[in-house]
């Protein structure tokens, strides 16, 4: 039992997927895995363990923003070991051929500041997918025909933005997504030495303003998770 997660040592895989929204681990927990049981409930970040093809899974909530994301993979990380992290999440699409429900893997993630910033201070480090997971999740996505675009992300802090400036510069360079946690992910999975990746389902589009309601965020994106699976347990 940690500060923020309730499971008893060992209820805790070493694979863990982490969707910013607690009811869409519950959602996928029930979907996709065999014999599920809630391991944690502490503040409602719901927690789930079960197998998946014979294997251990834990699909847990991160919730929102790279703070909270922080809080729980410290602990998934030190206090339960977990050694894969996946983020299965919904992503503001950015460019013209990031359409709604398209998948994103995130090569890597830029962002303005991350909770590592105060420890890295001027040291701009490019956070970055583990290449084993990321070229396992695009075979996957390849293999099942789902529309998939491979590159950098954004990890902001903010939702509703007012620097139109930085979208615009985000744009330019060719940005595919805007989210809010996977640049912390993946700081902490290089300091800790364990694998993370980042799969986004493009959930609305921050130019023309398409937005899927939020229970199809919560409960339909069943290809982000099925891909984070698939190249969790791929062969190397
Ligand atoms: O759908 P999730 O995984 O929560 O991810 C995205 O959705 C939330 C904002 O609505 C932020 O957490 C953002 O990163
Ligand atoms: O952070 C996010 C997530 C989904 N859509 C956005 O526009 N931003």
């Known amino acids: 039992m940690t ?10 895989a ?3 997927l982490l969707p910013g929204d607690p009811l869409r681990a519950q959602w996928a927990a029930e979907t996709f895995l065999d014999g599920a049981t809630c391991v944690n409930r502490v ?7 079960g197998t998946w093809r014979g294997h251990r899974v834990t699909i847990h909530g991160s919730g929102m923003g790279m703070p909270s994301l922080s809080i729980y993979v410290n602990e998934l990380i030190r206090d339960y070991g977990a050694r894969t992290l996946i983020r299965v999440g919904s992503a503001g699409g950015l460019q013209p051929h990031t359409g709604l429900r398209d998948v994103i893997l995130a090569q890597a993630a830029s962002s303005v500041s991350t909770p590592s910033s105060a420890l890295l201070r001027e040291l701009n480090l490019a956070p970055v997918a583990d290449w084993g997971l990321l070229s396992a999740a695009h075979r996957a996505a390849e293999g099942r025909g789902t529309r998939s675009h491979v590159g950098v992300i954004h990890s902001s802090d903010t939702f509703y933005s007012e620097r139109d400036d930085h979208t615009e510069q ?17 700081l902490l999975a290089a300091r ?4 993370a990746l980042a799969v986004l389902t493009v959930s609305d589009h921050v ?13 339909s994106f069943a290809d982000m998770i099925e891909i984070a699976l698939e190249a ?3 062969a190397p």
């Open 43 to 49: 503040r409602g970040m719901l927690g789930f363990t």
């Open 170 to 186: 985000l744009i330019r360079h060719g940005v595919l997504g805007i989210e809010m946690e996977a640049a912390e992910l993946y």
């Open 232 to 234: 969790a347990f791929a």
């Open 192 to 195: 800790h030495k364990v694998r």
């Open 207 to 219: 130019v023309t303003h398409e937005a899927l309601p939020s229970d199809q965020r919560e409960r």
């Open 3 to 12: 500060t923020h997660i309730g499971a008893a040592p060992g209820e805790i």
């Open 14 to 16: 070493e694979t863990v």
